[in-house]
């Protein structure tokens, strides 16, 4: 009689994942999964920053555990040169003309390459008619913040 024994699957650089995951910064939750769907990603293509990726790395299937990250290190430090004013005029050339914007907003942009998407959130106002101009800041919303990433793994292909 033999018996076999099947190891846990690990978390690989290459790894497929399903998971439960929560980032959340100095003023709460940025992303949270725990209440809905599972997420689904593949590591090693951009979706998780890599020092949360790199947390990840040598996890067994089913481990839930949460991971403290210092400040600037998941995300990078915050750089006041990502924020911008754009004029109105731009926006509505980008989008719907009748959008309105308040602060606060994450609106979406396209990438130069029409390939993907990055946000701002909406900071500011001046000017009004053909002068008028909102403020972005393209920061991510962790940027500069220690962050607490807690995560679930539910499956590794």
């Known amino acids: ?20 995951y929560r ?17 689904t990603l593949s590591l090693g293509t951009g979706e ?5 990726e790199a947390k990840l790395l040598g996890l067994a ?8 990250l210092p400040a600037g290190a ?8 990502m924020i911008q004013w754009l004029a109105r005029k731009e926006l509505t050339a980008m989008g719907d003309p ?3 914007y308040a602060i606060g907003d994450v609106v979406q942009f396209p990438t130069p390459d ?9 900071q500011d106002f001046k000017g009004d008619g053909l002068n008028a101009a909102v403020q972005f800041d393209f920061n991510h919303p962790l940027a500069g913040q220690p962050v607490t ?4 793994l539910i499956g590794i292909l």
């Open 98 to 100: 009748q959008e309105s």
């Open 61 to 68: 299937e089913g481990t839930h555990t949460t991971f403290e």
């Open 23 to 39: 980032l959340s910064g100095t003023s709460g939750d940025v992303i949270n999964t725990f209440a809905g769907k599972p997420a």
């Open 48 to 52: 998780l920053a890599p020092a949360v």
């Open 114 to 122: 029409g390939a993907g998407q990055f946000a701002g959130v909406v």
């Open 149 to 152: 990433f807690e995560v679930q």
């Open 74 to 81: 998941a995300f990078g430090e915050r750089n006041v040169g």
């Open 1 to 20: 009689m033999t018996t076999t024994h099947i190891a846990t699957p690990t978390v690989q650089a290459d790894s497929f994942l399903t998971l439960h």
